[in-house]
């Protein structure tokens, strides 16, 4: 598959852990990183994600108890390559 084209962000660093191990576990794919400066969160780590996996992501987050603070396309964010490719 591509490369990621959206970033989730959290609230704490405790529900980013939580998410990408549960993502993880379920096999859908998704890198935990640095969340980018522009972007106002209370955690400083975000998941990239794909498109295509946010209806799937956000069921199963939601139905373990995850809360998120965004969900943010790169596209929307306007920057070509996520952050860390830079």
């Known amino acids: 598959m591509s490369a990621f084209d959206s970033l989730l962000v959290f609230g704490s660093t405790h529900q980013a852990l939580s998410a990408d191990k549960i993502l993880r576990e ?3 794919p998704c890198d935990l990183i640095p969340t ?3 972007i106002s969160a209370g955690c400083g780590l975000a998941l990239e994600l794909h498109s295509v996996d946010h209806e799937k992501v ?11 603070e965004g969900l943010y396309s790169y596209q929307d964010l306007a920057v070509d390559t996520p952050p860390h490719e830079r």
């Open 26 to 28: 379920a096999k859908i």
């Open 36 to 38: 980018p400066r522009r």
């Open 58 to 68: 956000l069921t199963l987050l939601g139905a373990r108890g995850i809360v998120w």
